[in-house]
């Protein structure tokens, strides 16, 4: 005689709901937005279809259906003109700059969604890398970049960003940015650490959203090595030391054990992002009808849960709030 029955819990919706171990809710999810300069404007990105650069005017709107639907933190990403850029990317703490005038817009229109911002210079660079180039040797300047990236954190802060995500993978980029933040009376601002950002090919159509691939070299000096799980931990214990408020992990499919091994190291929340590449992935085979696009969208926000993420920013938060 069998005793033990696992199917006894799938036998109907409702029994399987009960037992449910993991729940996916729209709180959970971080809406990434491109914005650019303008007035009026959509612009497809063809590479992730559904999504477009916006004027400001129109990222509000965006914003404003999100918020119905429950999404209450958007992250920005701008797309900034190439007579912006320069080797020193001093437009990042411009306080006119794009990002600037598109966070204290959306905080007028929306007091109360959440805004991130992006903290890294390569929108703002004409080297296109996250941090300061030497131009002699092309080596990336660590401790050079923190002052820039706290300059930027800086004029965030003061523009209504509520929470600041680092992605440049500087060393002792999350203590500079704190102390830099706290000493300007910006205690409340929080940072949400890109802790576990690897060097991944998953990237390519957001940097065509932002054109923003370096134009020599790679990052993989700063960038993990996607070979590289114990490594993770090390950045993780760092983060949290120097006082990250949240720790991401960057890709998320293919990363699926990084999340678990920070959620099992860690007592911070734990994010996820949810990149284009994979984004995309999904869309193009919805597209031929080689697999179900929401199916397989709304199974891997699971996975992210399943496996220990908190917060999931993903270009399916629209999508997956709707259905939820």
Sequence with gaps: MIIQRPRRNRRTPAIRELVRETTLTPNDLIAP?????????????????????????????????????GIHCVSLFPAIEDAHKTSDAREAWNPENLNHRAVRALKEALPDMLVMGDIALDPYSSDGHDGLVDPKTGEILNDATLEALAKQALASAVAGADILGPSDMMDGRIGHLRRALDGAGHGNVSLMSYTAKYASAFYGPFREALDSA???????????????????????????????????????????DVVYRLRQASALPIAVYNVSGEYAMVKAAAERGWVDGEKVMMESLVAFKRAGADVILTYFAKEAARLL
């Design 214 to 256: 370096p134009k020599k070299g790679d990052k993989k000096t700063y960038q993990m090595d996607p070979a590289n799980g114990r490594e993770a931990l090390r950045e993780a214990a760092l983060d949290e030391a120097e006082g990250a408020d949240i720790l991401m992990v960057k890709p998320g499919l293919a990363y699926l």
């Design 33 to 69: 937005l491109f914005v650019r300069d303008g007035k009026g404007e959509r612009t497809p990105i063809l590479s992730m279809p559904g999504h477009a650069r916006l004027s400001i005017d129109e990222l509000v709107k965006e914003a404003k259906e999100l918020w119905s639907l």
